[in-house]
């Protein structure tokens, strides 16, 4: 059920229109106006240089992190692999005695089955009751267990920079500051895939 749910709702975004926002700046026409915008670009420099610093720093931490980390990562996987190799073997198993057991099964309704035919009532309930057991073993295959992935070193350090952020609020505060100096910021929406 839950894989169904899954599968319409990627269905549905993979075909809903795609959007995105442009900003339009309308400059203020005064001198004093143009001079503070011309004070708010330049805070907006400094702040994406102060941003890029961040972030660069930022990166350069996740990836020591994540030297640091993947000797742990390794074994963690090795348990983890050890762990698989043991439910592998039980399922297994399990496997072969749910086959016999559905074998078995088989031909047990084969037998009441042709006693049926014979109209006798007993053996006409005993197939219908076999049937059902065998519609109820069909549910119990044991499920084989999920092998893991072995991590990288490039995964450990793509995964641990994942927290480090490219948007430091210089453009809100552009935008904020741009409009204190008299300007007019608007917004435009527009598709730009799966339009209708």
């Not at 503070?36 to 720093?57: G, M, Y």
């Not at 992190?65 to 990562?73: C, G, L, Q, V």
């Not at 904020?176 to 008299?182: I, K, V």
Request: net charge positive; with cysteine; charged share 30%.
């Amino acid at each position: 059920m839950r894989q169904i749910f899954l599968f319409f709702t990627l269905l549905l975004t993979a075909c809903s229109p795609r959007y995105e926002i442009k900003t339009n700046y309308i400059p203020p026409t005064d001198a004093q106006g143009k001079a503070c915008v011309q004070n708010c670009l330049s805070q907006r420099r400094v702040c994406q240089i102060r941003c890029n610093s961040k972030q660069d720093e930022c990166l350069v931490k996740a990836r020591e992190s994540a030297k640091k980390s993947f000797p742990n990562a390794i074994n963690a996987y090795k348990e983890d692999l050890r762990e698989y190799k043991d439910e592998l073997r039980h399922y297994y198993l399990e496997l072969d005695s749910w086959k016999r057991k559905i074998e078995f099964t088989n031909l047990d309704l084969k037998h009441y089955r042709d006693r049926c035919q014979q109209n006798n009532k007993y053996e006409c309930n005993r197939a219908n009751e076999i049937r059902d057991s065998l519609n109820h073993l069909e549910y119990d295959k044991p499920t084989k267990p999920q092998k893991p992935t072995r991590p990288s070193l490039a995964s450990e350090i793509q995964e641990a920079q994942r927290v480090c952020s490219k948007n430091c609020g210089c453009k809100d505060e552009y935008n904020s500051c741009f409009s204190s100096c008299g300007g007019i910021v608007r917004y435009e929406k527009f598709c730009v895939e799966n339009c209708k």
